[in-house]
């Protein structure tokens, strides 16, 4: 069988992710069969979410069972992401698995509102990984001042980051600073 054009970049050394998550995509196996053509990851952001929530019937149901026991509309849709991303989590472990850490990951952001908020960005980034509780998640988290604290203790506390937003050099540097004093302090710990 001919490969893929994802199996032939994976075999030069790419990963390809997909920015793309929904409950069909989990259920109806189209994930998994991206995951078996090569896929290598996935990353999801709020506005992905509220696509995929607000169009068709995927959720219909889950939003009324939430609704009926008195969640409110943030935690409701905590629930239905921490959710979809906990099932993806659990498609890609295999390859998480294989790569021994390299690749496999399922990236969530966390609430940007709180992207000028170290003390909560890091609150939200803990809460999240307890919730979410698959190793192979990273936690989406802006490289801006605020950020740059907040990247730097999670990782001293061994959860996943993913560093976006780096548009310039100056930017590029304090994240690889960030990184490397967070990954210091989780060494040390032993």
Same mark, same amino acid.
């Given at each position: 069988?001919?490969?893929?054009?994802?199996?032939?970049?994976?075999?030069? +050394?790419?990963?390809?992710?997909?920015?793309?998550?929904?409950?069909?995509?989990?259920?109806?196996?189209?994930?998994?069969?991206?995951?078996?053509?090569?896929?290598?990851?996935?990353?999801?952001?709020?506005?992905? /979410?509220?696509?995929?929530?607000?169009? +068709?019937?995927?959720?219909?149901?889950?939003?009324?069972?939430?609704?009926?026991?008195?969640?409110?509309?943030?935690?409701?849709?905590?629930?239905?992401?921490?959710?979809?991303?906990?099932?993806?989590?659990?498609?890609?472990?295999?390859?998480?698995?294989?790569?021994?850490?390299?690749?496999?990951?399922?990236?969530?952001?966390?609430?940007?509102?709180?992207?000028?908020?170290?003390?909560?960005?890091?609150?939200?980034?803990?809460?999240?990984?307890?919730?979410?509780?698959?190793?192979?998640?990273?936690?989406?988290?802006?490289?801006?001042?605020?950020? /740059?604290?907040?990247?730097?203790?999670?990782?001293?506390? +061994?959860?996943?980051?993913?560093?976006?937003?780096? /548009?310039?050099?100056?930017?590029?540097?304090?994240?690889?600073?960030?990184?490397?004093?967070?990954?210091?302090?989780?060494?040390?710990?032993?």
């Amino acid at each position: 069988m001919a490969k893929t054009k994802i199996e032939e970049l994976s075999e030069a +050394g790419q990963s390809v992710w997909m920015d793309s998550i929904s409950r069909s995509m989990i259920e109806s196996g189209k994930l998994q069969e991206m995951i078996d053509m090569g896929l290598r990851g996935m990353t999801s952001n709020p506005t992905i /979410f509220d696509k995929a929530i607000s169009s +068709g019937n995927d959720y219909n149901e889950k939003v009324k069972q939430l609704n009926k026991l008195g969640k409110s509309t943030f935690e409701i849709y905590d629930d239905l992401t921490v959710r979809d991303i906990q099932d993806a989590a659990d498609l890609f472990k295999p390859v998480y698995e294989k790569t021994c850490g390299l690749d496999g990951y399922v990236s969530l952001e966390i609430n940007p509102k709180l992207a000028s908020d170290t003390r909560e960005t890091i609150k939200e980034g803990k809460r999240l990984h307890a919730k979410v509780n698959r190793p192979n998640v990273l936690f989406k988290v802006p490289s801006t001042d605020e950020g /740059f604290e907040a990247i730097e203790e999670l990782l001293s506390e +061994g959860i996943n980051v993913n560093i976006t937003l780096i /548009f310039s050099r100056d930017q590029y540097i304090r994240t690889t600073q960030a990184f490397l004093k967070g990954m210091k302090r989780l060494l040390d710990k032993g």
